[in-house]
Every structure is written in C-alpha cells, then in structure tokens.
C-alpha cells in the first residue's frame, strides 16, 4: 500500500470560505467587482495598517507590474533585483522593457545585501544609468535587512517595490511585511499562506495610487458613457468569487501563520542534533518570520550527504521538497544581464532546500518527515 503525498505547502482551508462564495453566488456578483472585493481590500487594509491602501488583483506577479508602473519605470529604464528570487519578481520588469540588475544575498536573511546593493547603484550611476526602482524580497518569508537596505535607498532616492509574495504576516520590529516600500506586494497563490486559489494585491501609500493601480487593472477604462481609452489597460483585477475565499482566509490567517511557525520549531529540534546542518533563522528579536517555508542548509565542508540526495530521499517517502529558487543571473533567460555580489546566492542555491512546511500537516505526516531526515543522516 503507497503513502499517500505529503506536499510542500497545499492550500489549507479554513471552512468559512464558502459562505462568502455563496453570497457572490446568491447576490450574482462573480465578475471583479462586488461586496467581497471591497470587504477583502478593507480586511487587508485593517491587517496592514501604516495607512495602507489595497488593490486585489488576479496575481501578485500584476501587482508588481502595476507597482513598477506606478513607479514610473518605462522602457529603458534599469530596476535592481534581488537575484535569489522566483522569477516572478522580475519577470515584470522585462514586460514593460527596462533592464534588471541583479544584486546578490547576504548570510543573515538570504536577501539582497545591502553592501552589494550600494555598490551597484554606484557603478550603474558612472555608467550614466541611475536605477529607477529596487525590488526587494522576504526570502521564504523572512524580512531583509530593513533598515540597512532602506537607508541606501533613500540615499541615491530610489524607491522600493517591495516583494512580500511570501512573507504575509511576518514583521519587522512590530511592523508588518509590505508597507515598507514605496509600493507592497502580496501574494495568494495556492501554496502560500494564505489563497484565493490564485491572486494577489499592491500596497499603496496613498488613495490616489490605490485608485490609479485599480483603473489600470480594469482595462483603463475613461470616465465617459462609451467605451474611451487613453492609457494601455490591464485585465488584472481580482473576482468576487476569488476575493471571497480570501475574506475566509484572512480569518484564519493568525492561526496560519503560527502552525509555520510550528513547523519551524518541527523541524528545529531535529536538525540542531545534526552537524553540518542549519536552518534559516531569525537574525533577532527584531525579525518575526511567518516560516512560509522552512529552509535547510547542508555544509558540504561536514556532511558527505548533499541536499540534492535528500530530496531524494524525501521522494522516495512519497514527500515534496524543492530546491531553492536557482538565482536569476544563473537562469539562462537572464544570464546576460548586470550581475553584483559573490557567490552567496550560488552558495545558498547549491546547498539548499525548501522541507514541507504546510499548515495542514499531521502528527503522522511530522513523523514520516522526521523518519526520513533520522535515517538519512545517521
């Protein structure tokens, strides 16, 4: 008899989902518009505070296009991009043809590193290009180094799109994820925290670009009794029936996130028994990490055994694990773009990897994963 899967991050229900959808249903508002959109965006908003201002859309992979619009990026522009990412936080910037400059990690968060940065916005300014935006990422949902990245930011007065896909509900000194930057990202795919089986949002500082991001996300559409069009617009926006799942999500999300966390404790006590071996780890008491994914590290300096053959391993038990995203000056698609830093990105990707870290793990599952990693390392 086979076991059955155990998956890397499954969507988890919370079971009120359905009462929202039947009210999308029952008042017939399924399209992008009605009473849940509004009800979703105001949740979010109250979650977020610092003023936030929510537009849900279709992904977050558009709300980091429409954020970059928003900033003002246009074709020929550059945007510094974290290079240990999912492609999705750079993609955008080859859609509206402006060019990515990859910056590399640091060791304490796995984010952009701030040293990296500076120097790449020194170089890109000698080379008569100074970078119109900085994308930065919470890696796995722990937050970058906040403080030191924002500080270079504001010295050379380039805004931050900041990539908090994975990071909803981790904070930085009581502050929430995606109100750092000039514009916020969420998103609400099927694996993250929190779903709308696929979805997304931008954060805004203001009203008025709150506004700006939803009339570009509705086709651009003018005001006039006809159908007029002045800008290029976008199909991005968020259903009804989608937004309606999210409402139900947003009442668990709290739980959600401290079953990660549990996870991360899991898996903890395992591998501190186990030399050579790491996880990802909150620097200090400043930094509250979801853990949407706990990360492992194996020290090929102490263990004969990689993590390529752990997820093996870990396949063999029918169990999900993933290496870490390849960086983005490694993938073939952007390999001829601007690239600073070591080779901590590389490092990281080499010895790397995402363990099953889903809120709706058993007792059994736990016990099938601690099996696997006590066999495999003694």
């Given at each position: 008899?086979?076991?059955?899967?155990?998956?890397?991050?499954?969507?988890?229900?919370?079971?009120?989902?359905?009462?929202?959808?039947?009210?999308?249903?029952?008042?017939?508002?399924?399209?992008?518009?009605?009473?849940?959109?509004?009800?979703?965006?105001?949740?979010?908003?109250?979650?977020?505070?610092?003023?936030?201002?929510?537009?849900?859309?279709?992904?977050?992979?558009?709300?980091?296009?429409?954020?970059?619009?928003?900033?003002?990026?246009?074709?020929?522009?550059?945007?510094?991009?974290?290079?240990?990412?999912?492609?999705?936080?750079?993609?955008?910037?080859?859609?509206?043809?402006?060019?990515?400059?990859?910056?590399?990690?640091?060791?304490?968060?796995?984010?952009?590193?701030?040293?990296?940065?500076?120097?790449?916005?020194?170089?890109?300014?000698?080379?008569?290009?100074?970078?119109?935006?900085?994308?930065?990422?919470?890696?796995?949902?722990?937050?970058?180094?906040?403080?030191?990245?924002?500080?270079?930011?504001?010295?050379?007065?380039?805004?931050?799109?900041?990539?908090?896909?994975?990071?909803?509900?981790?904070?930085?000194?009581?502050?929430?994820?995606?109100?750092?930057?000039?514009?916020?990202?969420?998103?609400?795919?099927?694996?993250?925290?929190?779903?709308?089986?696929?979805?997304?949002?931008?954060?805004?500082?203001?009203?008025?670009?709150?506004?700006?991001?939803?009339?570009?996300?509705?086709?651009?559409?003018?005001?006039?009794?006809?159908?007029?069009?002045?800008?290029?617009?976008?199909?991005?926006?968020?259903?009804?029936?989608?937004?309606?799942?999210?409402?139900?999500?947003?009442?668990?999300?709290?739980?959600?996130?401290?079953?990660?966390?549990?996870?991360?404790?899991?898996?903890?006590?395992?591998?501190?028994?186990?030399?050579?071996?790491?996880?990802?780890?909150?620097?200090?008491?400043?930094?509250?990490?979801?853990?949407?994914?706990?990360?492992?590290?194996?020290d090929p300096t102490i263990q004969?055994?990689?993590?390529?053959?752990?997820?093996?391993?870990?396949?063999?038990?029918?169990?999900?694990?993933?290496?870490?995203?390849?960086?983005?000056?490694?993938?073939?698609?952007?390999?001829?773009?601007?690239?600073?830093?070591?080779?901590?990105?590389?490092?990281?990707?080499?010895?790397?990897l995402c363990l099953p870290?889903?809120?709706?793990?058993?007792?059994?599952?736990?016990?099938?994963?601690?099996?696997?990693?006590?066999?495999?390392?003694?």
């Amino acid at each position: 008899m086979s076991l059955s899967k155990i998956w890397l991050s499954s969507p988890h229900m919370g079971g009120n989902e359905l009462k929202y959808i039947h009210e999308a249903f029952d008042s017939n508002w399924v399209a992008p518009i009605g009473a849940n959109i509004d009800g979703f965006e105001l949740d979010l908003e109250n979650y977020l505070q610092e003023n936030s201002n929510v537009a849900v859309l279709n992904s977050g992979t558009a709300a980091i296009h429409l954020g970059l619009m928003l900033l003002g990026v246009q074709a020929g522009d550059e945007v510094i991009c974290q290079s240990l990412t999912f492609s999705a936080s750079v993609n955008p910037v080859i859609y509206i043809g402006a060019t990515p400059i990859f910056v590399d990690s640091e060791l304490q968060t796995w984010n952009i590193c701030p040293v990296a940065l500076e120097k790449a916005i020194i170089d890109r300014i000698q080379k008569g290009k100074k970078p119109k935006a900085i994308v930065t990422v919470h890696l796995y949902g722990m937050p970058f180094l906040i403080e030191q990245v924002c500080a270079v930011a504001a010295k050379y007065d380039i805004p931050i799109l900041e990539d908090s896909a994975e990071a909803m509900g981790s904070l930085y000194k009581g502050q929430r994820c995606g109100t750092f930057g000039a514009i916020g990202v969420l998103s609400f795919n099927g694996n993250k925290i929190i779903t709308t089986s696929g979805g997304g949002a931008l954060v805004a500082q203001s009203r008025t670009m709150k506004e700006k991001a939803i009339f570009l996300a509705t086709q651009a559409r003018d005001q006039a009794p006809h159908y007029q069009h002045s800008e290029i617009g976008y199909n991005y926006r968020m259903s009804n029936i989608s937004a309606g799942i999210g409402r139900g999500q947003m009442e668990v999300l709290e739980l959600r996130v401290a079953q990660r966390r549990k996870m991360h404790e899991f898996y903890t006590r395992i591998i501190s028994l186990i030399p050579g071996v790491s996880l990802l780890k909150e620097p200090n008491s400043d930094y509250f990490s979801n853990f949407w994914l706990t990360t492992l590290l194996i020290d090929p300096t102490i263990q004969n055994k990689t993590s390529h053959d752990l997820r093996i391993a870990f396949g063999e038990a029918n169990i999900e694990s993933r290496p870490f995203w390849k960086p983005m000056h490694l993938q073939p698609v952007f390999a001829h773009y601007p690239y600073y830093g070591e080779r901590i990105a590389e490092t990281l990707f080499d010895q790397g990897l995402c363990l099953p870290s889903g809120s709706n793990l058993t007792d059994t599952d736990r016990q099938r994963i601690e099996n696997v990693l006590v066999d495999f390392f003694n």
